[in-house]
């Protein structure tokens, strides 16, 4: 199993807090947002590096209200 990245970490703890989100449902969102097709495994890699994803991981930081930082991959 891949270790999440540092983003990666803070999406899921932001997923954690009320309201909870599921991987699924965010998922949901980004397509929805995007007009990419994104689900629950590409949302996956994205948060454990094996894909960086620009235009998903902006959507992610909008959705979650997450400070626009370095995507790092550590």
């Given at each position: 199993?891949?270790?999440?990245?540092?983003?990666?970490?803070?999406?899921?703890?932001?997923?954690?807090?009320?309201?909870?989100?599921?991987?699924?449902?965010?998922?949901a969102q980004?397509?929805?947002?995007?007009?990419?097709?994104?689900?629950?495994?590409?949302i996956s890699?994205?948060?454990?590096?094996?894909?960086?994803?620009?235009?998903?991981?902006?959507?992610?930081?909008?959705?979650?209200?997450?400070?626009?930082?370095?995507?790092?991959?550590?």
């Amino acid at each position: 199993m891949a270790e999440y990245t540092s983003f990666g970490l803070a999406v899921k703890t932001k997923l954690l807090g009320p309201p909870v989100k599921t991987q699924k449902q965010l998922a949901a969102q980004v397509s929805e947002r995007t007009g990419l097709y994104v689900d629950d495994s590409y949302i996956s890699k994205v948060l454990t590096g094996r894909r960086k994803g620009a235009k998903v991981t902006k959507a992610i930081q909008e959705i979650l209200d997450l400070p626009d930082g370095p995507n790092d991959s550590t």
